[in-house]
T-cell receptor, first 114, second 113 residues
Framework: NAGVMQNPRHLVRRRGQEARLRCSPMKGHSHVYWYRQLPEEGLKFMVYLQKENIIDESGMPKERFSAEFPKEGPSILRIQQVVRGDSAAYFC????????????FGPGTRLLVL | DAKTTQPTSMDCAEGRAANLPCNHSTISGNEYVYWYRQIHSQGPQYIIHGLKNNETNEMASLIITEDRKSSTLILPHATLRDTAVYYCIVRVDSGAGSYQLTFGKGTKLSVIP
């Protein structure tokens, strides 16, 4: 059973470009969570999605950030017009229905904005 | 979710038991204690959780005091691969509608050869 997969593992963007981060949950998991970890800091929750629904986006910045989890395919975290402050590790996690406390994390995508 | 307090860092000799404390004096009756760890450059990994009884699995043991105001994660025979940041998280069960995990600064455990 493959774990949570994220790609790319590393992403370099120039200021003003778009970043698209992908996450495939574990088999059988229909709940996806995105977290951001700034350098030397702990993980911060961003958004929680189920298939085709955003359940909780209380941690998402109001502008430039969006997330989706379509019926088919991976979950996507999209950052438009990136700025240097967006440089961070972005982790995706998944859980089976009803077990949000036991989240399985992917290896993360490290975004560097030049 | 209740606030937790953990030491910033700890050392442990390889092969010895690592005992990581966590204070959660404001924990409420329906809140569980969860432990995750993050090995350098990897995503966090679930270790164990409990409500009031002590718990054990293949990775670790969790000892929760009778008043539930503190707990200890025990790695019985620490190896170099256990070097990581360990996070103690207190939260209600997801059935109560809470989904996010709140990570503090954790304890950086260094296992020394």
């Amino acid at each position: 059973n493959a774990g949570v997969m994220q790609n790319p593992r590393h992403l370099v963007r120039r200021r003003g470009q778009e970043a698209r981060l992908r996450c495939s949950p574990m088999k059988g998991h229909s709940h996806v969570y995105w977290y951001r970890q700034l350098p030397e800091e702990g993980l911060k929750f961003m958004v929680y999605l189920q298939k085709e629904n955003i359940i909780d986006e209380s941690g998402m910045p109001k502008e430039r950030f969006s997330a989706e989890f379509p019926k088919e395919g991976p979950s996507i975290l999209r950052i438009q017009q990136v700025v240097r402050g967006d440089s961070a590790a972005y982790f995706c996690a998944s859980s089976p229905p009803g077990r949000a406390e036991t989240q399985y994390f992917g290896p993360g995508t490290r975004l560097l904005v030049l | 979710d209740a606030k937790t307090t953990q030491p910033t860092s700890m050392d442990c000799a390889e092969g010895r038991a690592a005992n990581l404390p966590c204070n959660h004096s404001t924990i409420s009756g329906n809140e569980y204690v969860y432990w995750y760890r993050q090995i350098h450059s990897q995503g966090p990994q679930y270790i164990i959780h409990g409500l009031k009884n002590n718990e054990t699995n293949e990775m670790a043991s969790l000892i929760i005091t009778e008043d539930r105001k503190s707990s200890t994660l025990i790695l019985p025979h620490a190896t170099l691969r256990d070097t990581a940041v360990y996070y103690c998280i207190v939260r209600v069960d997801s059935g109560a509608g809470s989904y996010q995990l709140t990570f503090g600064k954790g304890t950086k455990l260094s296992v020394i050869p």
